[in-house]
């Protein structure tokens, strides 16, 4: 069922994440994860948001191409990675990364024809033209500060025949680059990018951020809307998590939502019996028709 809901493994044979180490696991930063900067949607996002949470405030100001969207993420995803696997292997960092874009594609679960490089090069402009003011501390260090999500890219190489991106150098922004030299950042499930909807996405990273590898979590429905950044209505929110819930395409996680009490349980894959009892039992109630149903059903009889 999980596998019908994911989108397809567009690059099967590809085993690695990153072209030239041996680290395969992509990284996220936790700030990022914790926070909603990204626009959830596709469509061109021109509107100032304003997000404050346990005494964090964070402004984020599109440029006219629209805010940068959580599949533009996955850029810093993997530039993140790349230098995290640079580190480990014992390489001298720099918030300059130079990657190569065919690699990018395929790493992200993208297609590798010509219109795939042409979104790459709106996702770079809505990177560096997004901007944001925080006082979210990375690196033990808190400032309020405005900056944009990528400090600059350059295209590095391409070819003249196709005129298609090859290389490119990307500067991250001191605010990442410090979260990246604190190791502040969360390995996440490479199937991660085969998830298709941005709120399946955003829930992914949340899940992982505040469950971990704890056996469950729970949260109020108000509060996950909040921290997600939808912009949909708290009762179209709730109708999407139930959907999301009821699919299972979760990875690493499985989640149910309990209707009495408003929130969603989350749950590792890889809990205890006693936690997947108690998930299968929260997910009957999903099918459980409310008692309204149950009295409307005995009228019509």
Known sequence: MADKSLL????????????????????????????????????????????????????????VLGRATIWDKDILIYCTSQLI????????PSPTVRITAHDLLASTNRHTGGRSYERLTQS???????????????????????????????????????????????????????????????????DYFRLRSGIERR???LARKHCGSQTKWSIGIELLHKKSGSQSTIRRFRHEIKRIAISEIMPDYRFSYDAE???VVFYSRKGNKAAKAHFDDQMKTLFKPSKRAEKQAEFDL
Do not use: C
């Open 85 to 92: 696997a640079g580190i480990n292997l014992g390489r001298e």
């Open 261 to 263: 009490k408003d929130q």
């Open 124 to 190: 770079f402009k809505r990177l560096a033209g997004t901007q944001l003011s925080t006082d979210i501390k990375t690196g033990d260090k808190r400032e309020i500060q405005g900056f944009g999500l990528i400090d600059k890219w350059k295209i590095v190489e391409h070819k003249h025949i196709e005129e298609r991106m090859v290389a490119i150098d990307v500067t991250l922004s001191d605010w990442l680059y410090r979260a990246v030299l604190s190791m502040e950042v969360l390995a996440i499930n490479p």
């Open 8 to 63: 397809p493994q567009r690059h099967p044979n590809r085993d690695f994440f990153i072209a030239d180490v041996l680290d395969a696991s992509p990284r996220d930063d936790v700030a990022s994860m914790e926070n909603p900067v990204f626009s959830l949607s596709k469509n061109p996002d021109l509107t100032i948001r304003e997000y404050e949470h346990n005494g964090i405030k964070l402004s984020v100001t599109p440029s």
């Open 203 to 205: 829930v992914y990273e």
